[in-house]
């Protein structure tokens, strides 16, 4: 599409009887859904009905870039990959980073969508105007890191490779996918789709110019942009400590998981994950991805008594594989999470199920012969990273904790015990000191996230939001204006989840909203107004509602797990919990939907849904 953005081209690939075809779309239909998660679940809505098993070869993966990687905005490496998820049974949405979204841009198409299934295991090699789908015969089996390599190898040392290992091709529920060995398209299970349909990888290499409306107004942003970021002190920050330098302020407020959400006041065990103990004991670097000033993510490099020398852990492999199971030693957490990332599984599943599993151990809820001679003790380094490996390569009781936390919830007659909102484990944040994360986790439409809205950055972190008439940081355990937080950063993150761009950008990197909408303009030509963004982002969002709603995950989901309805008898947290009910009344007044939590008829008008929408 000449002059806005996008090239209206969206490739699209039967494996099972190899046919690839090209779809296009017009202005109308990428303003309304923009790109990223927002057109991935019109394409799931549209295409993948109710009844299909996510594992099985009718549901669709898609790989969206949206108006934005074409250019280099920082921010801009993001794309997101979108199905039908194995975890939620309705949409599964994550994002990755390094280069790979800018090089789907650049060969000419806004999105990828897959289905079918392949009688063999293949990959996708796509460079500009030639698409091929290839024998991965040879490479079926290896890990992501090698995977990886090996498809370099056979396409082009330059190329971005998105490639899933052991864990999705054995369809492990929480299967992940790995992008230039140190991004990650982690949550949902989205790995184990591509496993199910004997998809290893995609290969992109593309350098095609992208038209956009106005090129010398782009520059000038993209370059105050980038001099701001690189100048801010939480840039910096960031860039120095990586997303683990708020571990320290986290565990301490007790908003870190502890003993799988019933433990607090683990401070001073803490100590050792803090920074700067993090950065000293693993030898931390940091790493960028494409067009990035903050860099946030770790490299790290140890030789004993575990041999790691790639991406470290992130705060929520700290928190989920570290405090979660109450394990403090950086170096074990480290080679726990290399596990995870070579076998390709997400780490804050990963993590929680292994939680869950302590509990159940501690509680003598796991038949004695599903372990053997093994022990799943709280505090036990060995024994997760021991659990890693056997959930990666569903071996032993590993094959059970492959399904998901609250499949072996229910397997064991507990599921009031998983900490979990529409079956998607919850990250590192605890609602209970964030009462604005309460009514996100509960109608997230991806289930409960932090980052498809992230009102916890504004209590905590003091992250504003003027342009959406958020100028202040909020108390804590006050209940004034924290559903409409959540309301609002919900909103944003459809839109962010969309565009596609990293929130980092802003909560850390402090972009001005204002900017990236001008930025926007530049893009596309529409003249958008930031009522217009937010419309944007608040028609996504209710659209993703709807798409829960139609997968049978509507209202009846809309709950926060027992286990975060109990106060803490000490600590930051003492005595308090979110008042749910109240706040889960207001949500659905404040949104315009009815009494139940079913968007009306005159809200999706209001934000253009219109006629098969209602």
């Not at 109608?443 to 958020?470: K, M, N, S, W």
């Not at 979110?578 to 949104?591: A, G």
């Amino acid at each position: 599409m000449s002059g806005s953005g996008y090239f209206n081209k969206i490739a699209r690939v039967n494996l099972t009887d190899g046919k690839i075809k090209y779809d296009t779309f017009d202005d109308d239909f990428y303003k309304l859904f923009l790109g990223g998660s927002g057109l991935g679940a019109k394409i799931l809505y549209d295409e993948v009905p109710k009844e299909v098993d996510p594992l099985h070869p009718n549901n669709k993966i898609i790989f969206a870039t949206g108006p934005f990687q074409g250019t280099k905005i920082p921010g801009s490496a993001k794309w997101s990959l979108i199905s039908k998820s194995p975890l939620t049974y309705t949409l599964g949405d994550s994002a990755a980073g390094a280069k790979f979204g800018p090089n789907i841009k650049g060969c000419g198409i806004d999105a990828l969508i897959v289905e079918g299934k392949s009688k063999s295991p293949v990959y996708l090699w796509i460079e500009e105007d030639n698409l091929e789908i290839r024998d991965a015969s040879g490479i079926w089996g290896q890990d992501s890191f090698e995977s990886i390599d090996a498809i370099k190898n056979e396409t082009d040392k330059k190329a971005s490779v998105a490639a899933i290992g052991p864990a999705g091709e054995s369809k492990v529920r929480f299967a992940c996918v790995v992008v230039d060995k140190h991004s990650y398209a982690g949550r949902t299970g989205n790995g184990a789709v591509m496993g199910s349909k004997n998809l290893k990888a995609v290969s992109v290499l593309g350098g095609k110019k992208l038209e956009v409306h106005n090129e010398e107004l782009l520059k000038e942003i993209q370059k105050d942009i980038m001099k701001k970021m690189a100048k801010n002190e939480r840039g910096k920050d960031l860039r120095k400590w990586g997303t683990v330098g708020g571990f320290e302020t986290f565990n301490a407020l007790d908003n870190t998981p502890k003993k799988y959400w019933d433990g607090c006041c683990w401070t001073e065990e803490g100590e050792p994950l803090c920074t700067p103990n993090y950065n000293e004991t693993l030898n931390v670097k940091p790493k960028a991805c494409l067009y990035c000033p903050l860099a946030c993510h770790r490299h790290i490099s140890i030789t004993e008594p575990y041999m790691i020398d790639g991406p470290g852990p992130e705060y929520e492999t700290l928190a989920l594989l570290g405090a979660n199971c109450l394990v403090n030693d950086a170096k074990a957490i480290a080679k726990a999470n290399d596990i995870c990332n070579k076998l390709g599984i997400d780490t804050i599943s990963t993590g929680s199920v292994i939680g869950f599993s302590m509990q159940a151990y501690e509680n003598g809820w796991i038949p004695a012969a599903q372990l053997g001679d093994m022990k799943i003790e709280w505090g036990d380094s060995e024994a997760v990273i021991r659990l890693v490996e056997m959930i990666g390569n569903r071996k032993g009781i590993g094959d059970l904790l492959a399904e998901g936390t609250l499949n072996v919830a229910k397997k064991f007659g507990k599921e009031d015990y998983a900490v979990h909102v529409r079956g998607l484990d919850l990250p590192g944040h605890d609602p209970r000191l964030c009462y604005s994360l309460a009514v996100n986790y509960a109608t997230g439409t991806r289930g409960a996230c932090h980052y498809r809205g992230c009102p916890e950055e504004t209590e905590i972190g003091g992250f504003i939001l003027p342009e959406f008439d958020v100028g202040k940081k909020p108390r804590f355990f006050v209940v004034e204006d924290k559903t409409k937080l959540a309301i609002v950063h919900q909103d944003f993150g459809a839109f962010l989840g969309s565009a596609v761009l990293c929130a980092f950008v802003f909560v850390e990197g402090e972009a001005s909203i204002t900017q990236y909408l001008d930025a926007l303009n530049a893009t596309t030509g529409w003249g958008w107004s930031i009522k217009d963004l937010a419309t944007c982002g608040e028609r996504i969002y209710n659209f993703q509602r709807l798409l829960n709603i139609r997968d049978g995950k509507g209202p009846e989901y809309d709950i926060l797990p027992k286990k975060l309805m109990v106060p803490s008898k000490e600590g930051a947290r003492k005595g308090r919990v979110p008042p749910f009910e109240e706040m889960l009344k207001e949500c659905y007044t404040l949104r315009g939907w009815d009494e139940k939590g079913y968007p009306s008829k005159a809200k999706l008008e209001s934000i253009g849904l219109k006629g098969e929408f209602l």
